[in-house]
């Protein structure tokens, strides 16, 4: 008796997703785990998991319908860190599907799958707060020591100055005068 059975997931299809970063990994040993696990249909990448855009994984969530089961071997094969798995398994529940890692034994098709994965969702959010909080504190302390956050300005009063009178009374391109000073154009345009 498959998984899929015992848990009565029998209104939609069971998708798979494979993924690997280089064209020298193999992807049979994921695609044969999923076939084995039920999937009927198995979108495959061979691309780094940090890529914005993934057009296998695009077109799978392009073809879930409510009911289906999206199935993973392991989980960062769907996502590099925790914050796009979030992503993608929101993407994949707006649709009316629901999402099971293998490895990790996840499965939000389930009341105990859901709980495991938004315990996840909360230590993603607590860890974003913590860095947010973090940050606010360093500024505040570096602005009593009468230090201004942010980046320091690309070039000095004085180099503005002389990028201005270039400008205007020399007339010199921006790109060479962004050349000369060794900052974008878009830095010169702003002076």
Known sequence: MEFWDVYGITNGMIIGYARVSTDEQKLEAQTDAL?????????????????RSRPQLDQMLDHLRAGDVVVVTKYDRLARSLRDLLDIVEAI???????????????????????????FASIAQFERERISERTKEGLQAARKRGRIGGRP???????????????????RPLAEIARLFKVSTKTVRRV
């Open 35 to 51: 076939a084995e696990a039920g999937a009927e249909r198995v979108f495959a990448d061979k691309i780094t998991g940090s890529a």
């Open 153 to 171: 300005p690309a070039l000095s009063p004085a180099q503005r100055k002389e990028v201005q009178r270039m400008r205007d009374d020399e007339h």
């Open 93 to 119: 529940a707006q649709r009316g599907a629901g999402f099971r890692s293998m490895a990790e034994d996840i499965d939000t098709t389930t009341p105990a799958g859901r709980l495991v994965f938004h315990v």
